[in-house]
């Protein structure tokens, strides 16, 4: 049985702030990297023999983690970047919520438009995303696990298109995938099929991690 994990990237200082990062290349914060090194035990132990992560730098530094504990090399692919949010990036959600109302309350409501005038869509997103992924898991041994290390929206896209899901149940269903927590699924006779969402190490854990 083969496995995909989808392991979002540790926090960022623009994720404790509130900021929209799309694909700003943003570093881990000291917590993001305290949440990398413990996450990184915990996945260890699920057996994975392949790594790719997004080229910017706080999902790079997060994989870099796992591929130091496995000692697995790190391969790198843009199509796993967050989705872009075009003049959003790098401003405060209350002040895109104050000069783009309209276009906050689409997104409430679920609507998939483009981020910040000449971003990109949920469906943008999971075009580039699960294409990327169905070449490296046409490569994929049986019994092989292959971790792909990712951001929020570019990793729900993606489990969503491997376990058949529209983009808007997942945004319904699923929410977001917390820092540096990761979903596990799995390859059946029927298809790819969700195992686990949201998982992540525990407080106590990352508290002891680095003494």
């Given at each position: 049985?083969?496995?995909l994990?989808?392991?979002?990237?540790?926090?960022?200082?623009?994720?404790?702030?509130?900021?929209?990062?799309?694909?700003?290349?943003?570093?881990?914060?000291?917590?993001?990297?305290?949440?990398?090194?413990?996450?990184?035990?915990?996945?260890?132990?699920?057996?994975?023999?392949?790594?790719?992560?997004?080229?910017?730098?706080?999902?790079?530094?997060?994989?870099?983690?796992?591929?130091?504990?496995?000692?697995?090399?790190?391969?790198?692919?843009?199509?796993?970047?967050?989705?872009?949010?075009?003049?959003?990036?790098?401003?405060s959600?209350?002040?895109?919520?104050?000069?783009?109302?309209?276009?906050?309350?689409?997104?409430?409501?679920?609507?998939?438009?483009?981020?910040?005038?000449?971003?990109?869509?949920?469906a943008?997103?999971?075009?580039?995303?699960?294409?990327?992924?169905?070449e490296?898991?046409?490569?994929?041994?049986?019994?092989g696990?292959?971790?792909?290390?990712?951001?929020?929206v570019?990793?729900?896209?993606?489990?969503?298109?491997?376990?058949?899901?529209?983009?808007?149940?997942?945004?319904l269903?699923l929410?977001?995938?917390?820092?540096?927590?990761?979903?596990?699924?799995?390859?059946?006779?029927?298809?790819?099929?969700?195992?686990?969402?949201?998982?992540?190490?525990?407080?106590?854990?990352?508290?002891?991690s680095?003494?």
């Amino acid at each position: 049985m083969r496995r995909l994990i989808v392991w979002r990237h540790g926090e960022t200082e623009h994720n404790a702030g509130g900021v929209w990062q799309g694909q700003l290349d943003t570093d881990l914060s000291e917590r993001g990297v305290e949440q990398a090194r413990a996450s990184a035990l915990a996945l260890a132990e699920l057996g994975p023999t392949r790594i790719v992560s997004s080229d910017l730098r706080r999902a790079a530094h997060t994989a870099a983690e796992l591929g130091a504990v496995t000692g697995l090399p790190v391969a790198y692919d843009e199509r796993f970047r967050e989705i872009h949010v075009g003049t959003w990036q790098g401003m405060s959600q209350g002040d895109v919520a104050e000069r783009y109302p309209d276009a906050v309350a689409a997104l409430a409501r679920g609507e998939d438009l483009v981020r910040g005038g000449h971003g990109e869509s949920v469906a943008q997103v999971a075009e580039r995303v699960a294409a990327a992924a169905e070449e490296l898991l046409s490569d994929l041994p049986d019994e092989g696990t292959l971790v792909v290390v990712t951001h929020g929206v570019a990793g729900r896209s993606l489990v969503a298109s491997q376990i058949g899901l529209s983009q808007h149940a997942a945004w319904l269903s699923l929410g977001g995938l917390r820092n540096c927590h990761w979903a596990e699924l799995a390859q059946h006779r029927t298809g790819w099929r969700m195992l686990s969402w949201n998982v992540g190490v525990t407080e106590s854990v990352l508290s002891t991690s680095d003494r």
